[in-house]
């Protein structure tokens, strides 16, 4: 079990359902249970599953200066946003190399939430609030689970009035089964769905009667592993798994830039102003690297440290890989040399399996993303 400092309320029916839970960002979190993994993949691509991400850092930034200062700690531009909408954003280093992603609501005039994972987003944001109008509350009796999949809006809409309207990146204050909740149109699997922000007191109900009463759905629980085969599909990333705090630079410090991990769109357009901007901007056609996929043959899964060949020369590095039940592809995001990252570049993929293989623009799935911000039903 893990050794953790956050207190997890569905920590209970996780072990029931056979995950012997380990850490993340303090919290005991189920990366497993005792069922096949691609099947709650499965269920999530075609159905819809139910996850606990309560791991996830929920930070509240309230007070006259809290716009301000997210602004300069954000790419994105944080006056755009109004109550009931929110947006993923970068944070940078003085630097300008990647340390946190977030997503930031406005749920009032003065008040925000910042929810990321293992990065230090919290810890700026604290250092910045010192001396100025605002309070920086972490939350952790705020829960929050997941409902993704193309089944979740049919569930909801017969609980939540009007849930099939809410536009993606925007969230509503609500009541699902009696209990207060805030549900956002967001998560991190590429298809349509939801998280539902509640109280740890609450949240035990909420999970059990979506499960009792999405089952007709084909909605079941589903572990945290599943969220690798997801995020490879849809090129997703997660910190630091694909950064070079895991796979270290021979001569540089750990540090990526935007450019090279292709989270540029995160800058909003004509916005100047943020920490580590100018170092950002200076960097662009400097990569080392670039993001992106890699396709390969055969049926089983490369795994983390595989390393991408040319023509006897390493040119990149596996940093997630998964094999697709549905679709019968093998699939990876890797770090590769900039000049191979083209799409249809013929690679070998050495270490747990020796294949060839062939470099693929990213995502594998939904590159219109029109699973995810599709409108109404």
């Known amino acids: 079990m893990a050794t953790s400092w956050r207190?997890?309320?569905?920590?209970?029916?996780?072990?029931?359902?056979?995950?012997?839970l380990e850490d993340w960002n303090g919290l005991a979190t189920p990366w497993t249970y005792s069922n096949d993994v691609s099947k709650s993949y499965e269920a999530i691509r075609t159905k819809a599953g139910l996850m606990d991400v309560s791991g996830l850092k929920k930070v509240h930034y309230v007070g006259p200066h809290a716009e301000s200062l997210l602004d300069y700690a954000m790419t994105r531009d944080i006056s755009k946003l109004y109550p009931g909408k929110s947006v993923y954003a970068s944070m940078l280093n003085e630097s300008g190399k990647f340390v946190d992603d977030c997503i930031v609501y406005r749920t009032g005039p003065n008040a925000f939430m910042v929810v990321h994972g293992a990065g230090i987003g919290h810890e700026m944001l604290v250092r910045s609030a010192q001396g100025r109008q605002v309070a920086v509350l972490f939350d952790d009796d705020l829960h929050d689970i997941s409902l993704q999949g193309p089944e979740a809006v049919k569930f909801l809409s017969e609980h939540v009035e009007g849930i099939e309207n809410l536009p993606y990146f925007h969230h509503?204050?609500?009541?699902?089964?009696?209990?207060?909740?805030?549900?956002?149109?967001?998560?991190?699997?590429?298809?349509?769905?939801?998280?539902?922000?509640?109280?740890?007191a609450d949240v035990g109900l909420l999970w059990d009667t979506i499960l009792e009463k999405g089952a007709p759905f084909g909605i079941i629980p589903c572990a945290f592993l599943a969220l690798d085969m997801l995020r490879v599909e849809s090129s997703l990333l997660f910190f630091p798994d694909d950064?070079?705090?895991?796979f270290a630079f021979e001569n540089d410090p750990a540090g990526d830039t935007l450019w090279e991990l292709g989270l540029d769109f995160t800058v909003s357009k004509d916005k100047t102003e943020f920490r580590g901007a100018p170092d950002h901007f200076r960097l662009k056609g400097k990569e080392r690297f670039k993001i992106f996929g890699v396709l390969l043959e055969g049926n089983i899964a490369s795994k983390s440290g595989d390393t991408l060949w040319s023509d006897g020369k390493e040119i990149g590095v596996v940093t997630c890989g998964m094999y697709s039940t549905l679709t019968g592809k093998s699939m990876a995001i890797a770090r590769v040399m900039v000049d191979f990252a083209q799409h249809g570049k013929a690679v070998e993929i050495k270490g747990s399996l020796e294949v060839s293989a062939v470099t693929h623009n990213l995502p594998f799935d939904d590159p219109e993303k029109k699973k995810r911000t599709v409108k109404g039903w």
């Open 243 to 246: 950064n070079s705090e895991t």
């Open 172 to 200: 509503i204050q609500s009541r699902l089964f009696g209990c207060p909740v805030m549900i956002s149109r967001t998560g991190y699997t590429g298809e349509r769905g939801y998280e539902i922000f509640c109280k740890a």
């Open 7 to 20: 207190y997890s309320a569905l920590a209970e029916r996780h072990r029931q359902l056979g995950s012997k």
